[in-house]
C-alpha cells in the first residue's frame, strides 16, 4: 500500500493532514530561493507567475502534501510532489502519460520530434541509437577533455576582473565537453555563436504566454519570434554542417554522431534521417550543457559563502592531482560529489516537469481522467518536510555513504522512468571534474550585498548571473 497524502483543492487542509513545520536549526545555511505561494490565484495572476518564473507558481501545501488536485480550465491539474506520485506516473504506468501540449509547443519548433519531445516506438528508436554513448567506458574516456575544459575556465574566470559574471566560462566549458563528446573534433563549431543563439532560444521558448494557459490540442502552434528564428537557424546550420562533414570524411570517429549515423532499424536501414540526427544533436547540445554548467554555478555560490567547506574541497582536489585528473580520480572526489548532490537537490535542473494523460488511469489508488494534467514537481520533493529534515538548509553530509536515502525516488534530479536522463552519469562526471579543479586552483569570495535570485527558464538559473569575487591560489 503506497503512502499519498492528497489535498483536493488548494489550500482546503484538513486538521488530520496538517504537519507542522520543523523548527530551522540557526546555524543552518540556506541559500536564496524562489517564493511560494500563499493563497490561490487568478488566471492573469497564474499567468503572470508562469511568465517570470513558473516554480513560483508552486503553493507552500506542495511542500508540505504530496498531490494537490484542482480545477483549472476545464480540466484537472494535479500537482505532485511525493515519490509514490511520481512513480505512479513517470514508472508504473508511463505509456498513460505525454509530454504536456505545452512543454510539446514550446520545444518542438526548436528541437523537432527529437528524444526531449518524441513519444512511443519512436521515442525508443532515439533512445536506443543514444544509449550506447552514455556508457560508462565512453564517460570515463572522456574525464580528461572534462578537466581540460575545467582548467581553460579556471584560466578564463581568474582574468577577468574582479566581481564579473562567471556563468559564461562555465557555459563555455560544458559546451566545449558536449562538443568533444558529440563530434570528438568539430569542424567549424563556434562556441560564442551558438551560446548567444542559444540563449536568445531560451528568452523566447522559456517564456509562458497568455495563450499557452487554453486548452488547446498538441498540434497548436506556437509562432516563433524573429530573434528566435534566426537563432534556430544558426543552431542548425551549424549541426547540419557538422553532419555533412562526417559523411564527406567517411571517418569513423567513436563520438556520438557517429553512433545517430550508424544506428540501423532490424531491417537494416538507417534508423534516423539526417534531419533526425540534427534535431537530436541539437537537443543535447542545449540539455546537455546548460543544466550542468548551472549546477557547477550554484555550487561555487554555495561554496564562496562557506569558506570551510570551499576549503573541504580543496584539500580533497589538491591531495588527488595537482594537474588534470583522470577517469580513476572521479570516485575519490567524494566531498566534491557531496557538494553537487546537494546543490541539485536545491537547484534541480528540471525543477518541474509536466505531463498529460492520454487515457484514465490512477496515481497512488485515486483516478485521474483522460485529459488531466500531472505537474512533476521534483524542486518540491527535494524541498519536502515529509522525506527531509530542515529541507531548506544547504548540508553536504545528506549524501554522505551512511546518510544517502534509500527511496531512489526521494532524489530525482534527473528525472526517473523510462524518460529519465540519457545523460545522468555523464553530467555528474562532468560536475564533479570541473567544481573540483575551479575550486582547487581558484578562491571564490561573495561581493557584499550580492545576492542571486533564483528564476526558472526551462532551468532554474541566476536571474543575473553570479558575479563572484575570484582570485587564482
Known amino acids: 500500500m503506497s503512502h499519498c497524502y492528497f489535498l483536493v483543492m488548494h489550500y482546503n487542509v484538513p486538521h488530520s493532514k496538517k504537519v507542522e513545520f520543523p523548527?530551522?536549526?540557526?546555524?543552518?545555511?540556506?541559500?536564496?530561493?524562489?517564493?511560494?505561494?500563499?493563497?490561490?490565484?487568478?488566471?492573469?495572476?497564474?499567468?503572470?507567475?508562469?511568465?517570470?518564473?513558473?516554480?513560483?507558481?508552486?503553493?507552500?501545501?506542495?511542500f508540505l502534501f504530496t498531490r494537490i488536485s484542482a480545477p483549472f480550465i476545464g480540466r484537472t491539474v494535479h500537482t505532485l510532489s511525493g515519490p509514490d506520485e511520481m512513480r505512479a506516473v513517470l514508472?508504473?504506468?508511463p505509456d498513460a502519460w505525454r509530454k504536456s501540449p505545452?512543454?510539446?509547443?514550446?520545444?518542438r519548433p526548436i528541437l523537432g520530434d527529437a528524444i526531449l519531445t518524441a513519444h512511443g516506438d519512436w521515442w525508443k528508436t532515439q533512445r536506443k541509437a543514444m544509449q550506447p554513448g552514455f556508457v560508462r567506458k565512453r564517460i570515463m574516456n572522456l574525464v580528461p577533455a572534462m578537466s581540460d575544459a575545467a582548467q581553460v575556465a579556471a584560466q578564463a574566470i581568474s582574468d577577468q576582473p574582479a566581481a564579473t559574471d562567471i556563468t559564461p566560462a562555465l557555459n563555455r566549458a560544458a559546451l566545449s565537453v558536449i562538443e568533444r563528446a558529440l563530434f570528438t573534433e568539430a569542424n567549424d563549431f563556434d562556441r560564442g555563436q551558438i551560446r548567444a543563439a542559444i540563449e536568445l532560444v531560451f528568452a523566447e521558448t522559456g517564456r509562458t504566454r497568455f495563450s499557452d494557459l487554453l486548452p488547446l490540442p498538441e498540434s497548436t502552434p506556437r509562432i516563433l519570434g524573429p530573434k528566435a528564428l534566426k537563432a534556430r537557424k544558426v543552431l542548425r546550420d551549424a549541426v547540419s554542417a557538422e553532419i555533412a562533414a562526417r559523411r564527406a570524411s567517411h571517418a569513423d570517429n567513436q563520438d556520438l554522431l557517429q553512433l545517430m549515423l550508424d544506428a540501423q532499424t532490424e531491417a537494416g536501414?538507417?534508423?534516423?534521417?539526417?534531419?533526425d540526427i540534427r534535431d537530436n544533436v541539437l537537443s543535447l547540445v542545449i540539455a546537455g550543457h546548460e543544466t550542468t554548467a548551472i549546477a557547477i554555478g550554484w555550487a561555487l555560490y554555495i561554496l564562496a559563502c562557506r569558506r570551510d567547506w570551499q576549503e573541504q574541497i580543496r584539500a580533497e582536489a589538491a591531495a588527488i592531482s595537482k594537474d588534470g585528473f583522470t577517469?580513476?580520480?572521479?570516485?575519490?572526489?567524494?566531498?566534491?560529489?557531496?557538494?553537487?548532490?546537494?546543490?541539485?537537490?536545491?537547484?534541480?535542473p528540471a525543477p518541474l516537469v509536466g505531463r498529460q494523460a492520454i487515457r484514465d488511469t490512477q496515481i497512488c489508488e485515486r483516478t485521474v481522467k483522460k485529459g488531466d494534467v500531472a505537474i512533476i514537481a521534483f524542486y518540491a520533493l527535494h524541498r519536502h518536510h515529509r522525506y527531509w529534515d530542515n529541507p531548506d538548509a544547504f548540508d553536504p553530509e545528506r549524501f554522505s555513504r551512511e546518510n544517502r536515502p534509500s527511496d531512489p525516488w526521494v532524489y530525482k534530479p534527473f528525472g526517473g522512468g523510462p524518460r529519465a536522463c540519457v545523460g545522468s552519469v555523464f553530467a555528474l562526471t562532468e560536475a564533479t571534474i570541473i567544481l573540483a579543479t575551479l575550486v582547487r586552483d581558484l578562491a571564490f569570495s561573495v561581493p557584499d550585498g550580492f545576492v542571486p535570485k533564483p528564476v526558472m527558464t526551462v532551468t532554474l538559473r541566476p536571474e543575473e548571473g553570479l558575479p563572484l569575487t575570484v582570485r587564482r591560489r
Do not use: C, W
Open 23 to 62: 523548527v530551522t536549526d540557526e546555524t543552518a545555511f540556506i541559500p536564496p530561493m524562489p517564493p511560494r505561494q500563499s493563497r490561490p490565484l487568478g488566471l492573469l495572476e497564474t499567468a503572470r507567475v508562469l511568465r517570470n518564473s513558473p516554480v513560483e507558481i508552486l503553493p507552500q501545501e506542495a
Open 91 to 93: 514508472h508504473d504506468d
Open 102 to 107: 505545452l512543454i510539446q509547443r514550446m520545444l
Open 269 to 275: 536501414e538507417a534508423a534516423l534521417s539526417d534531419t
Open 327 to 348: 577517469a580513476e580520480d572521479v570516485s575519490k572526489l567524494i566531498f566534491t560529489r557531496q557538494i553537487i548532490d546537494e546543490t541539485m537537490r536545491l537547484y534541480p
